[in-house]
């Protein structure tokens, strides 16, 4: 299991926390973006804690790639695939605003 020996908690496990332990995350965080890959195992989850995280954080940016699996959009740049999926330009617009 990734976390090791922790306890399972809101902290390494928070797509299992009520959304209400979401709230005040406006005043800690200036922007929140989500990525699932709609083929990904994990994107039930995924899809979880972004509905969560918007409910005390409006901003809160979520992308669903289509066909895509876990990481593919990095997975493209390490392997070489030309071209961007629609994750690419939604990750470089969110990245640029904020650098």
Same mark, same amino acid.
């Given at each position: 299991m990734a976390i090791g020996d922790a306890q399972p908690d809101n902290y390494n496990q928070p797509y299992l926390a009520s959304a209400d332990w979401f709230s005040g995350i406006d005043k800690v965080v200036k922007g929140i973006f989500v990525w699932g890959g709609a083929h990904e195992v994990l994107v039930d989850s995924i899809d979880d804690i972004a509905r969560k995280l918007k409910s005390s954080f409006p901003e809160t940016i979520y992308v669903r790639t289509p066909g895509a699996a876990h990481v593919g959009w990095l997975s493209h740049k390490l392997i070489g695939i030309?071209?961007?999926? /629609? =994750?690419?330009? &939604?990750? /470089? =617009?969110?990245? &640029?605003?904020?650098?």
């Open positions: 030309k071209g961007k999926e /629609e =994750s690419h330009d &939604a990750i /470089e =617009s969110f990245m &640029a605003d904020r650098l």
